[in-house]
Every structure is written in C-alpha cells, then in structure tokens.
C-alpha cells in the first residue's frame, strides 16, 4: 500500500529549469514514478538533450523552451505545458539563479534579474498552474527554496538570492493557506549545498568548500537525486497531508 503513494502514473507534471541539476533530477524522479513530464529552460539544447535522455530511460518527457522571469512567459510556458501534457497536476518550480555580489556594489540589474527569476516568475508559474488545479480540483505544487532562506551564507555574499528564497518559502506558505481547502498541496524543499552546476565554483575552490562543507554536519555537499527524492515525496499522495511545509535537505547545515 505505501509504495502505491509514491506513484505518479496517469499524472501530468511540469518542472521548470528541468535541463539540468535538482531540475532534471526532478524530473527523471516524477517520470520514473509513471508521471509524463515537461521540462523547461532557456537553453534549447541542454534542454532537448535532457528530455532525449529521460526518453531513454523510458520516461515520457517533452521540453519547452521558456524564460519565466517575467509574468506573461512565465504564465505561457505553464499553459503550453497544461495544453501539450492534456492536464497538469504536479508543477515542480526549479528554475532558479544565484548571483555573487556584496550588497554596496550590487547593480540594480543583478537585483532585478535574481528576484524576476526565483520569485517573480515563480509565482507566475504558480498562479497558471493554481487556475488549472482549481478547475480540476487537485494539484500539488513543490517549490524549490534553499537554506539560504533561513540563513545569510558563508563565505558568498548574496542577498539578492537569499531574500528571493525567503521568498519563496513565506509564498508557498501563503499559496497552501488560500488552497488548502481545494484539495491543492503546495510545499517547498529547502536545500543546502548540492553538486550542480550552480555549486560547481564553489565546491571546487578549497577556502569556500572547507567553510560551506565544514559548516554541513554530515561533511558533505548533497546530489540533485536526494533533492529530488524528497520533491517526489511532496508531490505524491505520500504527502497527501502536508502542505505549506519546507522541507530541509541540507546535511544538517541549518541544525546550529
Ligand atoms: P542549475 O544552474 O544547474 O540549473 C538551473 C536551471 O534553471 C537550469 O535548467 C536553467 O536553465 C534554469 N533557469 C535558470 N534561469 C531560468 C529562466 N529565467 N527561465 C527558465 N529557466 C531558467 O542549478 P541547480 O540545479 O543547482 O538549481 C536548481 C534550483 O535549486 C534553483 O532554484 C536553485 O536556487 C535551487 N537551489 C540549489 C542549490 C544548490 O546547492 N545547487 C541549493 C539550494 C537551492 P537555463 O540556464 O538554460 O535557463
């Protein structure tokens, strides 16, 4: 009976910035559990490489080429992928950006682009989906957060990406209060570092990974797979009581 909640078959899901990293991992996740899937990014050819790949793990999986950083993109890419997918039941928000910088020398066009991606769009992307998931009356939503919403990093600054987290999790909160009674689940997971292309800089260079992975507990950076495992978890029927919860993946970074 339990294995049984974890399956997506006969579902529709949808997982932006899905080309690569916690995205893809995602993706193989929700489509390995029997749903068929969308996947998005900017950049087509990383993105129809990836949707082949899951094709050859036997997923079903299409890809759209989309930027959500603004409403009206981020608004069509979710009903493009609703029309060709015949329905959406699962949206997996991933698509995300980080950005360097200390606070005084920050452009206001790094600001922007930060916040237009990871929250802006993001809620965009949520407000589609929620039309839809009104109308049929079910959905799970699962936002990808970051500890970097309840924590300032070290050694990186970056507050434009922290607040755009911090973000993300007080609007999946929001978000699961006004649906909850539309059978409409929307969570967040939280990670701390994760091997992605996004972390690669960094875990490479010894100072920042001495402190980002002498601070994790567990002395170790995360895989997209782990991320993803728990993003499936939310997105099922094993989660069918949870809503409104960040879920934290971080090795225990956030325990101090
Ligand atoms: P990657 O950089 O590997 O992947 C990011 C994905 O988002 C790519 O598919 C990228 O494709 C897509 N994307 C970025 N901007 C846009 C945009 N404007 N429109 C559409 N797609 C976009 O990063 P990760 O896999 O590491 O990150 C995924 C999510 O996880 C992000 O939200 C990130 O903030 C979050 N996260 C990551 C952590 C980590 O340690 N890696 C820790 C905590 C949270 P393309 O560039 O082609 O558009």
């Known amino acids: 009976m339990y294995a049984e909640l974890f399956r997506l078959d006969g579902r529709t899901a949808f997982v932006t910035g899905g080309s690569r990293g916690i995205g893809l991992a995602c993706a193989e996740a929700l489509g390995e559990a029997g749903a068929t ?8 050819d990383e ?9 050859g793990k036997g997923i079903r999986a299409i ?12 608004q069509e890419a979710v009903r493009r992928a609703a029309d060709e997918l015949g329905g959406l039941d699962i949206l997996v928000n991933n698509a995300g950006i980080a950005r360097h910088c200390d606070s005084l ?4 066009e790094t600001w922007d682009e930060v916040i237009a991606t990871n929250l802006t769009g ?13 109308a049929a009356g079910r959905g799970s939503i699962v936002n990808v957060g970051s500890i970097s919403g309840f924590i300032s990093n070290l050694p990186q600054n970056q507050v434009a990406y922290n607040a755009s987290k911090a973000g993300v999790h007080m609007l999946t909160k929001s978000l699961a209060g006004e649906f909850a009674q539309q059978n409409i689940r929307i969570n967040a997971v939280a990670p701390g570092y994760i091997e992605t ?18 601070m994790t507990p567990m002395r170790r950076s995360g895989t997209p797979s782990e991320v993803a495992a728990a993003v499936l978890f939310l997105a099922s029927d094993a989660a069918s009581y949870i809503t409104g919860s960040v879920l934290t ?7 101090h």
């Open 197 to 214: 292309a996004m972390t690669r800089g960094g875990l490479d260079d010894p100072e920042w990974s001495k402190i980002w992975l002498g």
């Open 122 to 134: 993001l809620f965009w992307c949520c407000r589609a989906a929620l039309e839809r998931m009104v």
């Open 47 to 55: 993105g129809e490489a990836a949707a082949a790949a899951l094709q």
């Open 249 to 255: 993946i971080d090795g225990g970074y956030t325990i």
């Open 105 to 108: 020398a920050l452009p206001p």
């Open 37 to 44: 899937v969308a996947l998005s990014s900017r950049s087509r």
């Open 63 to 74: 890809y759209l080429p989309a930027d959500l950083s603004t409403e009206k993109a981020a």
